[in-house]
């Protein structure tokens, strides 16, 4: 019981810290000020992240699911293309249907862009760039490469950029086209679409292929 009454002023003072960061900024936004949002003694702040560091990068990973927040590294060694696909864009999508929460955390992240804090930069080392040359290595088998080489990365990069406008776009979406991600079911759908679509440049770049060499 204890320990359920700590995870939940810990999950309030994680929650309070991304609506004020995200508003505010990192160095805009006081420590007091969050522990008042989330009803707590400001020495609790210390007690569970040490420090406005240590809370800033809680609120910068954890929101999505009360852990720090790593999408993980795809299993794309599958023999079955298609399976991998759907499973890459199904969990890429998946923090999109926690609605307002996930809106603050972009927000937050487009904030730490513009003011870094470094959190950026460990995020594009432990998650970005692992994720990305999962993906680069399994199109590198697919084509029987020794190697990625430049093309197997503008693949890459096209692949994802368009799960990534999802993320970057949302709210121009939701007033475009409402429906598109308005529920969890509808971003199943997208989820799927998207691996189709991520087949149809992966059949592209097969022909093209096949087109240089038969010159």
Same mark, same amino acid.
């Given at each position: 019981?204890? @320990?359920?009454?700590? /995870?939940?002023?810990?999950?309030?003072?994680? /929650?309070?810290?991304?609506?004020?960061?995200?508003?505010?900024?990192?160095?805009?936004?006081?420590? *007091?000020?969050?522990?008042?949002?989330?009803?707590?003694?400001?020495?609790?702040?210390?007690?569970?992240?040490?420090?406005?560091?240590?809370?800033?990068?809680?609120?910068?990973?954890?929101? +999505?699911?009360?852990?720090?927040?790593? @999408?993980?590294?795809?299993?794309?060694?599958?023999?079955?293309?298609?399976?991998?696909?759907?499973?890459?864009?199904?969990?890429?999508?998946?923090?999109?249907?926690?609605?307002?929460?996930?809106?603050?955390?972009?927000?937050?992240?487009?904030?730490?862009?513009?003011?870094?804090?470094?959190?950026?930069?460990?995020?594009?080392?432990?998650?970005?760039?692992? @994720?990305?040359?999962?993906?680069?290595? %399994?199109?590198?088998?697919?084509?029987?490469?020794?190697?990625?080489? +430049?093309?197997?990365?503008?693949?890459?990069?096209? %692949? %994802?950029?368009?799960?990534?406008?999802?993320?970057?776009?949302?709210?121009?979406?939701?007033?475009?086209?409402?429906?598109?991600?308005?529920?969890?079911?509808?971003?199943?759908? +997208?989820?799927?679409?998207?691996?189709?679509?991520? *087949?149809?440049?992966?059949?592209?770049?097969?022909?093209? *292929?096949? /087109?240089?060499?038969?010159?």
């Amino acid at each position: 019981m204890l @320990q359920d009454k700590q /995870q939940s002023a810990r999950q309030k003072l994680v /929650q309070a810290a991304l609506i004020t960061f995200a508003e505010k900024g990192y160095e805009g936004a006081s420590t *007091r000020e969050i522990a008042d949002k989330a009803g707590a003694n400001i020495s609790s702040i210390r007690y569970y992240f040490g420090d406005k560091a240590g809370l800033y990068r809680a609120a910068y990973t954890e929101p +999505l699911c009360g852990t720090p927040f790593e @999408q993980g590294i795809p299993d794309l060694n599958s023999t079955d293309v298609d399976k991998a696909l759907k499973q890459l864009f199904r969990d890429f999508l998946e923090p999109l249907k926690h609605g307002e929460t996930f809106r603050l955390v972009m927000k937050l992240h487009f904030r730490e862009m513009i003011e870094p804090t470094g959190a950026w930069e460990h995020e594009i080392d432990a998650e970005i760039k692992p @994720q990305h040359m999962a993906l680069v290595n %399994m199109l590198t088998a697919y084509f029987s490469l020794t190697k990625p080489d +430049l093309d197997i990365q503008r693949l890459a990069f096209a %692949m %994802m950029g368009m799960a990534v406008n999802f993320y970057v776009a949302q709210d121009v979406v939701d007033v475009v086209c409402p429906k598109l991600m308005g529920s969890a079911k509808a971003i199943d759908t +997208l989820s799927e679409r998207l691996a189709g679509y991520a *087949r149809a440049m992966l059949d592209g770049e097969s022909k093209r *292929r096949k /087109q240089d060499c038969s010159k």
